[in-house]
């Protein structure tokens, strides 16, 4: 039996310039970091000619080509496996359209898998642009890349977004001590909304595409503020990116209606009162995770747990989409 992982992930900084409409005309930048929640796959060979695929639905076809799940199909097709005699499985430790780039986990992991079955040795680049491939390629989906790359690299990694469509990845430098606060002063509560990252991205795209003019200079000043925080990491300096952080969400907000709504605003301000020093909305937007930093992550806890709000705890993950067994 072959398992593979791949961890989900947040962002720390210029999320929105991974997108081909924007970094092809003017290059992106942005940090990511991947977590120790997971999007898991099983494979192993059954003793029937069908291929049997479950996820959250079950389907039983002849062969790869057959499936209704556009990236099972696509990703079984780049590999040059037809399926047969084998059975798949995927399960994940968050649900999909909360903001975590469930997909790109989903991707890597299942093309890891396909490979690993194959026998062939996959680089975390190679597996990242694959799973671009599949999913920007080959279904069109106005979607950017960053979720792919981190995770396929994991760790808390720099991500510069070429106007050729190359991607150049390398470790933020940050000591450990401040990456050990970063990691513990970050919180994440669950909104209680998910939602389709793609339809939220299609307004971007398409505003980009057109050359909307304060759009282009939203992703301008986001990409800025993906430096700055690049900077305000590796200079020890966590209430300066938490400061970025807040900026960063009074600017993301401003590039669609569907990007936050009254509720979401409502948590945000109460968390903003009650000690956090920065926050986003983790993602496309519209709803998944709200993400603050906070040194007095006592009072914030207790005032997001009194107004519903779930909390999920999480690590940094350093090991990216790796095969657990085989």
Same mark, same amino acid.
């Given at each position: ?29 942005? @940090? /990511? $970091? ?8 099983? +494979?192993? !060979?059954?003793? *029937?000619?069908?291929?049997?695929? =479950? ?94 790359? @981190? /995770? $396929? ?8 977004? +070429?106007? !050729?469509?190359? *991607?150049?990845?390398?470790?933020? =430098? ?96 109460? $968390? ?8 986003? +909305? ?45």
């Amino acid at each position: 039996m072959i398992i593979v992982r791949s961890p989900l992930r947040i962002t720390l900084g210029g999320g929105g310039t991974d997108l081909p409409s924007y970094y092809e005309r003017f290059g992106g930048f942005l @940090i /990511a $970091a991947a977590i120790d929640k997971y999007v898991y796959i099983t +494979l192993y !060979n059954r003793f *029937v000619p069908d291929l049997l695929v =479950k996820y959250s639905e079950l389907e039983c076809v002849p062969k790869a080509a057959d499936l209704k799940h556009p990236i099972l199909r696509e990703a079984f097709a780049l590999v040059g496996l037809d399926g047969r005699y084998l059975e798949l499985t995927s399960m994940a430790d968050i649900p999909a359209g909360t903001g975590l780039g469930s997909s790109g986990s989903f991707t890597t992991a299942l093309l890891k898998a396909l490979h690993t079955h194959k026998r062939n040795l996959v680089h975390p680049a190679e597996l990242a642009s694959q799973a671009c491939e599949v999913e920007l390629d080959r279904l069109r989906e106005p979607i950017g890349k960053q979720d792919q790359y @981190i /995770a $396929a690299y994991g760790g808390i990694t720099c991500f510069k977004f +070429l106007e !050729n469509g190359k *991607v150049e990845a390398w470790p933020l =430098k940050i000591s450990e001590e401040t990456r050990d606060n970063l990691e513990d002063n970050l919180l994440l509560f669950f909104t209680g909304y998910s939602r389709s990252a793609s339809q939220i991205l299609k307004e971007q795209d398409q505003k980009s595409k057109t050359d909307d003019k304060a759009m282009i200079e939203n992703l301008h000043f986001v990409k800025d503020l993906g430096l700055q925080s690049q900077r305000a990491l590796e200079t020890d300096n966590l209430r300066e990116f938490a400061r970025l952080m807040d900026v960063h969400w009074q600017h993301k907000k401003q590039r669609s209606g569907g990007m936050s709504n009254p509720k979401i605003n409502e948590w945000y301000e109460l $968390a903003m009162a009650s000690g956090a020093l920065g926050g986003k +909305l983790i993602g496309a937007g519209g709803g998944g995770f709200l993400m603050f930093y906070a040194e007095d992550k006592v009072r914030l806890r207790h005032a997001m747990t009194r107004a519903g709000m779930q909390e999920v705890r999480f690590r940094f993950d350093f090991e990216g989409t790796k095969l657990v067994s085989s």
